[in-house]
């Protein structure tokens, strides 16, 4: 079976924040490091080469593959900052009071923090990083 691509690597989150080249994108990056380590009580890791990763798990696939993993994440994508949140879909009514935002592929999209409000994006965190543990 082939080697997951993404694993946890032993580069600095804050070098890879730090050289983000676009400001507000930055600042955003930021924020959700501080944000992610407050509510997963995690310090951040890089997972791959672009997304910060807080928290280890164990994924359980029902063929018996099991698969290391963070417990909560973020990525600063070209267009939107994707969020890796188990069980977000779920949070329906949180997700109606977020802002502005897309879902899929198991992920969240943000195009800015300004965007949504920041208080219900961190309850999803939160309900994320349980459900996850």
Known sequence: MAELKTQKTGASVQAFVDGIADEERRSDCGKL???MRQVT??????????????GDRVLNYASGRELAWFVAGFSPRKQDLTFYLTGCREQTALLKKLGKHKL??????????????????????????????
């Open 33 to 35: 490091v501080k944000l």
């Open 41 to 54: 009580g995690a310090k951040p890791a890089m997972w791959g080469p672009s997304i910060v990763g807080f």
């Open 104 to 133: 899929g592929g198991g992920c969240l999209y943000v195009r800015r923090l300004a965007d949504v409000d920041q208080a219900v994006l961190k309850q999803l965190i939160e309900r994320a990083s349980k459900h996850s543990r």
